[in-house]
């Protein structure tokens, strides 16, 4: 009969395949040969897609070594680093490759050895060998070799495979651990650790986390307990899983019951999903390092509470003892308040909560006196508006009403609940105010440009013609400085002359060039004015201002026309001479050279006769332009000193003048020829013309070192190349001194004699200021003459050949019959100024001159009796009866005297008392360094005194700095003159 029975091959696979969990078998040689249901299920693999691979390809084991968070190595028995997971590499800043196969005594001493160190060199290695696990605070060093602390070392000894290993795990430690301060959380952590280290110990020494494959730990038949590692899904993501297994032996093994030499015929696994498991672990290592931090901070916080409770005991005993001493000076302190209240500049009242008076202070009871009921009915009605300032209607003692700021607080008084009111009398505040107001609709209507602004320089109204101008609206201006609007720049600066002022409560006047809302820039003249309350404070500003844009625009063009000459585009006459001028200033110690050269155009009147001035004109044009190319030609090519330009002006007609600095006499020669050779090949192919030109040259310093004494020496070597048949250059010599004093008189006389028959003779005037009321008292009227091409000679040009060749008189004819036709106009306007006109020598000599000015004041209608005469020390002197006549005469027209250069000789004072003098104009000599000089100062003061005393009002000229006038004043000077106060102008106004 048939045995009937269970296909066991086929019953294990059914059984197999039904089973939830994760199931795989494989052979002795790794590769898988069944799967069930679950564990494709679980990497999302297809039936029989795993048939034939290698149980490697579904297992990761060596991730859990790296998953630790506490630093791990192995350390061989000869103590080098065998592996690290990534938790060590991190805490100690090396890369793998650093580490492994080293010394331990790297990461110990942060060193190197080629062998192995000794063990009293390597602390560690005793450490490792006890095979005990340890706890200690230990150094490490990272890849710099810098220190750091580890809170736990643990080393014992254990197993992979055949070789055996220390385990090395270690944990940074925190900033207050490495201070030493220790807390009953880092022993914990201590305690957790050395948890830990026990379990993984137990991991590893089962083989669970070490490499080697899965085969070579399920081939011991011991080794059937659970393994954690990793599984691979088809998408690569790993997942923590738990494994346990079995080895299956053939039958024949089991029949023979040979259990010394069996035969595996492979392997079944059984696989767990751990991944909630994992997590659950996780979280509880998270909860339990909370609660130790919780635990901490609870600690701290007692730590701290008691420390405070301890302070807040000492700080109790503390104030009782203070208080002790506090009511001893509690009587003392009552009685200062008294004092201080009863001085304040405010009355002060304290009343009880019923109203009734507690204290007045001598304020209130001089401001109140019998009217007090209408105060405290006021602080009743107030005295629920506590703490607030309040404007209140008052009728003071003297009967007046006005206005105070009323503050009512509370307070304690005499250990009761009381009110504290203060007033402060504002009606001269609330008149100002109103005062402004008005102000405010004069401001608004305004042509003008006007501010208002507070104490302190901050705008507190603008009126609507500003903002028209500049773009900007009252709103963006308000509590805005003024400096930004008025001073030129607008910076805020301790030098600026506006701050000053506004600090020190003056006025100010001034030009600034300000910009709009968009940017465009205006100039404007503005006018800043304090304004006080009755009392004498200062508290607001005014400033009005004028949009000068135009005037200064016209100005800048006038300027442009003065310094440059109209036809040629070169420098004018009085340009040319400013700016020689200032080369010269500069060379203080004459240590530099030059030479200048001026030259006429030879024959340029018959090319006017012939071709026409427009032609002429355009003839000059090009030898400008020639000119400026030649120049610096010389100095690029000739003289080999590249870069200069020199100076080039024309000077009126055809006289052209050139200065070139740096150049010696030799040098010089080689460039005059130069130009007058370029000038004579120059043709002018519009009108086919030529010409050439005489040039005179003067070397500075030699020949001259004032812009003067050149013009005149080349003048007159220009003089001596004419006379030498022109088309040539002369460089001025000493023999030509004679010269030039003959063509100097001969050039300026003609040059007079034309002027006054062109009238081109005209006054100019400088003010004289009173130093008592610190106006303008009159003016001095000065001569100058406007040549052909508006340039201004001074009387230091021409004077002295006027009064020797007696052109004089007819010059101070013209100054003084202009000055009584200005005089006689402003009279009929209803002003009336005094002149002061000069006088010369030989006017005392001349009666003519008498007769000339009262046939002139007639003929005019002017006033005599403001027009002064004005006469040297010197010119009086020296014929005392002719000047005692004349000043006689003058006075009995009704003219004043003025005595010019007084005490200059000293001698005038012996005949001072014979002249009807008005004035006296002290020597300018004796003011200039007055202040320097105690000598000076003396014969002032004397001057002073003997004119007082005298009834003769006096005059100081030259005064040029402000403590030169703030001692003229303290000397009783009555008039200053000089730059300080002015320049000379050709308008009096």
Same mark, same amino acid.
């Not at 009782?320 to 000076?329: A, G, P, T, Y």
């Not at 102008?985 to 106004?989: M, Y």
């Given at each position: 009969?048939?045995?009937?029975?269970?296909?066991?091959?086929?019953?294990?696979?059914?059984?197999?395949?039904?089973?939830?969990?994760?199931?795989?078998?494989? *052979?002795?040689?790794?590769?898988?040969?069944?799967?069930?249901?679950?564990? =494709?299920?679980? =990497?999302?693999? &297809?039936?029989?897609?795993?048939?034939?691979?290698?149980?490697?390809?579904?297992?990761?084991?060596?991730?859990?070594?790296?998953?630790?968070?506490?630093?791990? !190595?192995?350390?061989?028995?000869?103590?080098?680093? &065998?592996?690290?997971?990534?938790?060590?590499?991190?805490? @100690?800043?090396?890369?793998?490759?650093?580490?492994?196969?080293?010394? !331990?005594?790297?990461?110990?001493?942060?060193?190197?050895?080629?062998?192995?160190?000794?063990?009293?060199? !390597?602390?560690?290695?005793?450490? =490792?060998?006890?095979?005990?696990?340890?706890?200690?605070?230990?150094?490490?060093?990272?890849?710099?070799?810098?220190?750091?602390?580890?809170?736990?070392?643990?080393?014992?000894?254990?197993?992979?495979?055949?070789?055996?290993?220390?385990?090395?795990?270690?944990?940074?430690?925190?900033?207050?651990?490495?201070?030493?301060?220790? +807390?009953?959380?880092?022993?914990?952590?201590?305690?957790?650790?050395?948890?830990?280290?026990?379990?993984?110990?137990?991991?590893?020494?089962?083989?669970?986390?070490?490499?080697?494959?899965? +085969?070579?730990?399920?081939?011991?038949?011991?080794?059937?307990?659970?393994?954690?590692?990793?599984?691979?899904?088809?998408?690569?993501?790993?997942?923590?899983?738990?494994? @346990?297994?079995?080895?299956?032996?053939?039958?024949?093994?089991?029949?023979?019951?040979?259990?010394?030499?069996?035969?595996?015929?492979?392997?079944?696994?059984?696989?767990?999903?751990?991944?909630?498991?994992?997590?659950?672990?996780?979280?509880?290592?998270?909860?339990?390092?909370?609660?130790? %931090?919780?635990?901490?901070?609870?600690?701290?916080?007692?730590?701290?509470?008691? &420390?405070?409770?301890?302070?807040?005991?000492?700080?109790?005993?503390?104030?009782?003892?203070?208080?002790?001493?506090?009511? %001893? *000076?509690?009587?003392?302190?009552?009685?200062?308040?008294?004092?201080?209240? %009863? &001085?304040?500049?405010?009355?002060?009242?304290?009343?009880?909560?019923?109203?009734?008076?507690?204290?007045? *202070?001598?304020?209130?009871?001089?401001?109140?006196?019998?009217?007090?009921?209408?105060?405290?009915?006021?602080?009743?009605?107030?005295?629920? #508006?506590?703490?607030?300032?309040?404007?209140?209607?008052?009728?003071?003692?003297?009967?007046?009403?006005?206005?105070?700021?009323?503050?009512?607080?509370?307070?304690?008084?005499?250990?009761?609940?009381?009110?504290?009111?203060?007033?402060?009398?504002?009606?001269?505040?609330?008149?100002?105010?109103?005062?402004? #107001?008005?102000?405010?609709?004069?401001?608004? *209507?305004?042509?003008?440009?006007?501010?208002?602004?507070?104490?302190?320089?901050?705008?507190?109204?603008?009126?609507?013609?500003?903002?028209? =101008? +500049?773009?900007?609206?009252?709103?963006?201006?308000?509590?805005?400085?003024?400096?930004?609007?008025?001073?030129?720049?607008?910076?805020?600066? %301790?030098?600026?002359?506006?701050?000053?002022?506004? #600090?020190?409560?003056?006025?100010?006047?001034?030009? /600034? #060039?300000?910009?709009?809302?968009?940017?465009?820039?205006?100039?404007?003249?503005?006018?800043?004015?304090?304004?006080?309350?009755?009392?004498?404070?200062?508290?607001?500003?005014?400033?009005?201002?004028?949009?000068?844009?135009? $005037?200064?625009?016209?100005?800048?063009?006038?300027?442009?026309?003065?310094?440059?000459?109209?036809?040629?585009?070169?420098?004018?006459? /009085?340009?040319?001479?400013?700016?020689?001028?200032?080369?010269?200033?500069?060379?203080?110690?004459?240590?530099?050279?030059?030479?200048? /050269?001026?030259?006429?155009?030879?024959?340029?009147?018959?090319?006017?006769?012939?071709?026409?001035?427009?032609?002429?004109?355009?003839?000059?044009?090009?030898?400008?332009?020639?000119?400026?190319?030649?120049?610096?030609?010389?100095?690029?090519?000739?003289?080999?000193?590249?870069?200069?330009?020199?100076?080039?002006?024309?000077?009126?007609?055809?006289?052209?003048?050139?200065?070139?600095?740096?150049?010696?006499?030799?040098?010089?020669?080689?460039?005059?020829?130069?130009?007058?050779?370029?000038?004579?090949?120059?043709?002018?192919?519009?009108?086919?013309?030529?010409?050439?030109?005489?040039?005179?040259?003067?070397?500075?310093?030699?020949?001259?070192?004032?812009?003067?004494?050149?013009? $005149?020496?080349?003048?007159t070597s220009m003089y001596r190349a004419k006379k030498s048949g022109r088309n040539q250059y002369c460089f001025f010599k000493s023999k030509d001194h004679d010269l030039e004093k003959i063509y100097s008189k001969f050039k300026w006389k003609e040059f007079i004699q034309k002027a006054l028959k062109e009238d081109r003779v005209e006054p100019w005037y400088q003010p004289i200021l009173d130093i008592n009321s610190n106006k303008i008292h009159h003016y001095e009227v000065l001569a100058r003459i406007v040549d052909e091409n508006g340039n201004i000679a001074t009387p230091a040009m021409f004077m002295e050949t006027a009064e020797n060749t007696g052109l004089i008189y007819f010059i101070d004819k013209v100054i003084t019959e202009k000055t009584l036709k200005i005089m006689a106009k402003l009279k009929s306007e209803g002003k009336n100024i005094t002149f002061c006109v000069n006088l010369s020598e030989k006017d005392l000599e001349n009666m003519e001159f008498i007769s000339f000015l009262k046939s002139k004041i007639m003929e005019t209608g002017a006033d005599p009796k403001f027009l002064v005469f004005e006469i040297t020390e010197t010119a009086a002197i020296k014929n005392m009866d002719t000047a005692v006549k004349f000043i006689n005469l003058i006075k009995a027209i009704g003219c004043g005297i003025s005595l010019d250069d007084f005490g200059a000789g000293f001698t005038s004072f012996v005949f001072l008392k014979e002249m009807n003098v008005d004035y006296i104009k002290i020597d300018g000599s004796f003011v200039k360094r007055l202040e320097q000089s105690l000598k000076d100062q003396l014969i002032v003061k004397a001057i002073a005194d003997m004119a007082k005393g005298m009834g003769i009002m006096i005059i100081a000229e030259f005064v040029e700095r402000k403590a030169t006038l703030e001692l003229l004043k303290d000397f009783g000077i009555d008039f200053a003159q000089g730059y300080y106060i002015d320049k000379p102008?050709?308008?009096?106004?």
């Open positions: 009969m048939k045995k009937t029975g269970i296909n066991k091959k086929k019953y294990t696979d059914e059984v197999a395949s039904c089973m939830t969990d994760s199931m795989v078998m494989f *052979n002795p040689d790794g590769m898988i040969e069944k799967v069930n249901q679950g564990l =494709l299920d679980l =990497l999302g693999y &297809k039936k029989n897609s795993l048939i034939g691979r290698h149980i490697s390809s579904i297992f990761a084991e060596e991730e859990i070594f790296n998953e630790i968070d506490e630093g791990i !190595c192995l350390i061989s028995k000869d103590f080098r680093i &065998k592996k690290a997971n990534e938790a060590f590499l991190n805490m @100690s800043c090396l890369k793998k490759e650093e580490i492994i196969g080293q010394y !331990c005594y790297k990461i110990t001493h942060g060193k190197d050895y080629k062998c192995q160190p000794p063990e009293d060199k !390597c602390p560690i290695s005793g450490m =490792l060998t006890a095979g005990e696990p340890y706890a200690v605070v230990h150094t490490h060093f990272d890849n710099e070799g810098k220190k750091y602390l580890v809170n736990v070392i643990a080393a014992v000894q254990i197993k992979e495979g055949r070789e055996e290993y220390y385990l090395h795990m270690a944990k940074r430690i925190s900033e207050r651990a490495q201070a030493g301060q220790l +807390t009953a959380s880092d022993f914990r952590n201590i305690k957790r650790l050395k948890d830990k280290l026990k379990y993984y110990v137990g991991l590893i020494n089962e083989g669970r986390v070490l490499t080697g494959s899965l +085969t070579d730990r399920l081939i011991r038949p011991e080794r059937t307990k659970w393994i954690e590692t990793y599984c691979i899904t088809k998408t690569g993501v790993k997942i923590p899983v738990s494994i @346990s297994g079995a080895a299956i032996y053939s039958n024949e093994n089991i029949k023979s019951k040979n259990s010394g030499n069996l035969l595996i015929k492979g392997f079944v696994c059984r696989v767990y999903d751990i991944r909630e498991t994992k997590w659950l672990i996780k979280e509880l290592d998270r909860l339990n390092q909370d609660h130790d %931090e919780l635990l901490q901070t609870m600690e701290e916080k007692v730590n701290d509470r008691t &420390k405070n409770l301890t302070e807040y005991q000492e700080a109790i005993l503390n104030m009782l003892k203070d208080l002790d001493e506090s009511k %001893e *000076n509690l009587e003392q302190s009552r009685a200062n308040f008294l004092n201080i209240v %009863e &001085k304040d500049s405010d009355g002060i009242i304290i009343l009880d909560k019923n109203g009734i008076v507690q204290f007045i *202070n001598s304020t209130a009871k001089s401001l109140f006196g019998d009217n007090i009921n209408d105060v405290l009915s006021k602080i009743t009605a107030f005295s629920e #508006k506590i703490d607030k300032t309040l404007e209140v209607e008052i009728i003071y003692k003297d009967g007046r009403a006005g206005f105070a700021e009323l503050r009512v607080v509370e307070t304690i008084w005499e250990d009761k609940p009381a009110y504290l009111a203060s007033f402060r009398d504002i009606t001269s505040e609330k008149d100002a105010q109103f005062e402004i #107001k008005k102000l405010s609709t004069v401001i608004d *209507n305004s042509t003008n440009m006007v501010f208002i602004t507070n104490r302190e320089g901050k705008i507190e109204n603008v009126n609507s013609v500003f903002e028209i =101008l +500049t773009g900007y609206l009252k709103a963006e201006l308000l509590g805005k400085s003024l400096y930004l609007f008025v001073s030129s720049g607008g910076k805020e600066n %301790e030098d600026n002359e506006l701050m000053s002022a506004i #600090k020190e409560g003056r006025g100010w006047r001034g030009v /600034s #060039k300000n910009r709009k809302k968009d940017g465009k820039e205006y100039w404007c003249y503005s006018l800043v004015n304090p304004i006080s309350d009755e009392t004498g404070k200062i508290v607001h500003f005014l400033v009005i201002q004028e949009d000068i844009t135009e $005037r200064m625009v016209s100005e800048k063009k006038i300027k442009n026309l003065v310094s440059c000459d109209e036809l040629t585009g070169l420098f004018s006459r /009085s340009w040319f001479m400013d700016q020689l001028d200032k080369w010269i200033a500069e060379d203080k110690n004459f240590e530099k050279i030059g030479i200048l /050269s001026l030259f006429n155009i030879d024959g340029l009147r018959v090319i006017n006769n012939v071709y026409g001035h427009s032609v002429g004109n355009d003839y000059l044009r090009g030898i400008a332009e020639l000119l400026q190319k030649t120049i610096v030609e010389i100095y690029n090519s000739i003289i080999k000193k590249p870069g200069e330009k020199g100076i080039i002006g024309r000077l009126g007609g055809d006289e052209f003048a050139v200065f070139m600095p740096d150049i010696d006499e030799k040098e010089g020669e080689k460039a005059a020829e130069y130009i007058c050779r370029a000038i004579e090949n120059f043709y002018f192919s519009d009108a086919a013309i030529h010409s050439t030109i005489s040039m005179g040259c003067a070397l500075y310093p030699e020949s001259g070192n004032t812009v003067r004494d050149l013009l $005149r020496k080349s003048d102008s050709s308008d009096f106004a």
